[in-house]
């Protein structure tokens, strides 16, 4: 079964939201290492707390983190110690999915069998949504002067996109990144109940 996250977003910069994140470890034990910062991989928040702060020209002292949900509890006790640290939680919501799009074109056969590895991987609860491709897989043609055109004789092109629960997107996305001819979007997220509503 797939872990839930949640997306935590802290009013400062990302060494310093490291550091106050840091002080938990002890209290976080093995799931702190699943901790995911946005900035560093490439995520893209879609709160509605980024859009206000953006418009205050404020979205660039803000770090988007994702947390397995059971390390929430232990954030939320801790927000008055992060509020006088200046590094305060301004908000936190459950993500219920993750996606990113990718697409590509090839004509060599080892890229593309490398792609239909990728396209085929089999992660807990990952969904392969929208995908479409075509494979041309034809002799040089010749054209009207009966030469042999430069086109190549084999071409693979495609596009999708996967959705699905953070730690597998995270590691489809990662295994994706070492395929050069795959061309890959942002990870973007869907946000769902504020853990923060009611909590003041």
């Known amino acids: 079964m797939a ?30 290492e699943r901790v995911v910062f946005s900035e560093k991989l490439g995520i893209q928040g879609e709160s509605r707390v980024h859009r206000v702060l953006e418009k205050l020209h404020l979205a660039g002292n803000e770090t988007h983190v994702l947390v397995p ?20 939680i301004v908000a936190a919501h459950d993500v219920v999915e993750t996606g990113f799009s990718f697409r590509f074109t090839t004509s060599s056969r ?17 969904r392969l949504e929208n995908f479409e491709s075509a494979v041309s897989d034809q002799p040089h043609e010749k054209d009207l002067t009966g030469r042999y055109t430069a086109s190549h004789d084999y071409v693979y092109t495609g596009s999708g996109r996967f959705v699905g629960p953070v730690e597998s997107l995270v590691a ?29």
Do not use: N
């Open 69 to 88: 949900g059971e390390t929430w509890p232990a954030l939320e006790v801790a927000r008055d110690t992060f509020a006088k640290a200046d590094t305060p």
């Open 3 to 32: 872990t839930p996250y949640v997306e935590v977003v802290f009013e400062c910069d990302l060494p310093r939201c490291e550091q106050a994140l840091g002080t938990l470890r002890a209290k976080l034990g093995e799931a702190a």
């Open 172 to 200: 489809i996305h990662r295994m994706a990144e070492d395929e050069p001819l795959l061309e890959l979007s942002e990870i973007g997220i869907v946000l769902g109940r504020d853990r923060l509503r009611g909590a003041e």
């Open 110 to 126: 080892e890229h593309g069998e490398r792609i239909r590895r990728i396209v085929q991987t089999d992660a807990t609860g990952v």
